[in-house]
């Protein structure tokens, strides 16, 4: 492991493009070792374009992410970094058990290890069922049970507890919060602000830009409110007052420049 | 490239296979039926299947592997299955040669099969030995397998790989000397029929079914086995572990 940086991730002028459409035009961010960093905002505000830059498998236009030490993606990194991606990323047309076999035989976990995640996501009864015979939410377990499998240092999750019930999203923080005290470090995606509070850190996300790098008490003080759905509601709309007014679309501009 | 890896990448993808009965019966089963269509329509015409025969027998298993691996392959793309073996230690050859290995073994079964039954229920007559035709056959079946992994870099959708059958196969098909000796050919076509694999492939297999021995078998057939190694090269080259 290298010592000589505290961060689990360096994201310095991270610059990506997705189509015409510019996602970050220099970000930079620094996620920590060893805590659970939530990173949380509104649907298509890059959430997964940052996740998919620290994994290595985006397409980046400049800038730079290191990751553990090493660039982004590099060889090294691949049995150090787990990713699960948002929607639920296994073979339908194999049984639970076959998905983790062969995860399980590709990054060299030990066979001990299958049953263990199995039991984590609380599987147990359904590992020889095929996933395409298992719900949604059961589905996207199999898929987070995946990136448990071995000992990863970075785990990087996006949307792990969509479609989820309250208890079992509450049983996957508690896991969650575990891998962390083991020595983890977990980069968690969510759009529930209410997971904010499980957070150790807070990375709030609002068109390409950060908006928020903070702690949960820090922001529920900051914006003198009790609970985290309307913390963030005051800090979009603050960032909406700051930021420039948006582009006007050629409609309006149309009328405008017509009257 | 780790042996275990791309082994347990067939494994894998056989496994899948074994969840989806129907698929591995088509994949058995359609050739020999379409061969026996083949070998009853010319059944009052004596030594019409003998000539056709043997090239039908080049074609079924190369047309079902390329159609077969195209649309499994895609369907990992797009499932985010890909992606996500793309940040785990596997290297890209070991993925498209796992499935090269998978699709093989399908192959060698559909191959013995297809031989057999043209042999023993149509009666096809051939001069070599019969186990040069299956290994033909199995050739052609890789050279499917290859140009469907490579295919699939270039589809978008499961429709789009599948209208590369028409771009990419019927081509072969008609210029490869089935329809008409490729020496009778308009020299244009005759040229660019030199740089279709599929024309070697029955060149191989009119070799062994007329009893040719030696270079004339092995010359073609090892032509073949290049392309469907470059082609393989090639898929492994269009797998990107950045996507946009």
């Known amino acids: ?259 | 490239m780790n042996g275990a890896r791309t082994l347990a990448t067939a494994a894998r993808v056989l496994r899948q296979l074994s969840h989806d009965p129907r698929s591995i019966a088509l994949m058995i089963v359609a050739p020999s039926l379409l061969v026996g269509l083949f070998a009853w329509l010319f059944s009052d015409q004596t030594g019409v299947f003998d000539q056709f025969g043997g090239a039908i027998l080049a074609l079924f298993p190369f047309i079902v592997m390329f159609l077969i691996t195209s649309i499994t392959t895609l369907r990992e793309r797009r499932s985010g299955t890909l992606e996500r073996l793309m940040t785990t230690p596997i290297a890209k050859a070991d993925f498209i040669v796992g499935y090269a290995l998978a699709f093989g073994l399908m192959a060698i079964v559909q191959a013995v099969i297809t031989v057999t039954f043209a042999v023993w229920v149509c009666g096809l007559d051939v001069e070599g030995p019969l186990w040069q035709l299956g290994l033909v056959a199995v050739v052609d079946a890789l050279l499917g397998t290859a140009l469907g992994l490579l295919a699939s870099a270039f589809a978008r959708t499961e429709f789009q790989a599948v209208q590369f059958m028409p771009v990419l196969v019927f081509p072969q098909i008609i210029l490869g000397g089935l329809f008409m000796p490729r020496d009778q050919m308009p020299d244009v076509l005759y040229a660019i029929s030199d740089w279709l694999p599929l024309s070697y492939a029955i060149d191989t297999i009119n070799a062994v079914t007329a009893g040719d021995e030696g270079w004339d078998v092995w010359r073609p057939l090892l032509i073949v086995v290049a392309f469907a190694v470059g082609a393989l090269v090639l898929a492994s080259l269009t797998l990107r572990r950045r996507t946009p």
Not at chain 1, 39 to 65: D, H
Request: hydrophobic share 40%; aromatic share 4%; with cysteine.
């Open chain 1, 1 to 259: 492991m290298n010592k000589s940086s505290d961060a689990a991730v360096e994201v310095r002028g991270l610059r990506v493009r997705r189509g015409s459409t510019e996602v970050f035009a220099g970000l930079d961010l620094d996620i920590p070792r060893g805590q659970v960093t939530g990173l949380l905002g509104p649907s298509g505000c890059g959430k997964t374009t940052l996740i998919r830059s620290i994994v290595g498998v985006q397409k980046v236009a400049g800038g730079s992410v290191t990751v553990l030490g090493a660039p982004a993606g590099s060889r090294e990194l691949r049995d150090r970094v787990a990713y699960d991606t948002q929607s639920a990323s296994v073979y339908s047309d194999l049984t639970i058990l076959q998905n983790l076999r062969y995860f399980a035989r590709l990054i060299g976990a030990p066979r001990s290890d299958i049953d263990r995640v199995i039991e984590q996501v609380g599987l147990g009864a359904q590992k020889n069922q095929t996933v395409d015979s298992l719900s949604g939410g059961q589905e996207s377990r199999v898929s987070l049970a995946v990136a448990m499998l071995g000992a990863p240092e970075l785990i990087v999750l996006d949307e792990p507890t969509v479609g989820l019930d309250p208890v079992l999203r509450a049983e996957l923080w508690e896991m969650f919060r575990a891998l962390a005290d083991a020595g983890a470090t977990l980069l968690v995606s969510s759009h529930v602000m209410d997971e904010a509070l499980r957070c150790d850190r807070l990375v709030l996300l609002r068109a390409g830009r950060i908006i928020a790098d903070t702690s949960p008490e820090r922001l529920l003080s900051e914006t003198g409110t009790t609970d985290p759905d309307a913390a963030f509601l005051a800090l979009i709309e603050r960032d909406v007052a700051s930021a420039d007014p948006p582009p006007r679309s050629r409609r309006e501009a149309r009328e405008e420049d017509g009257s």
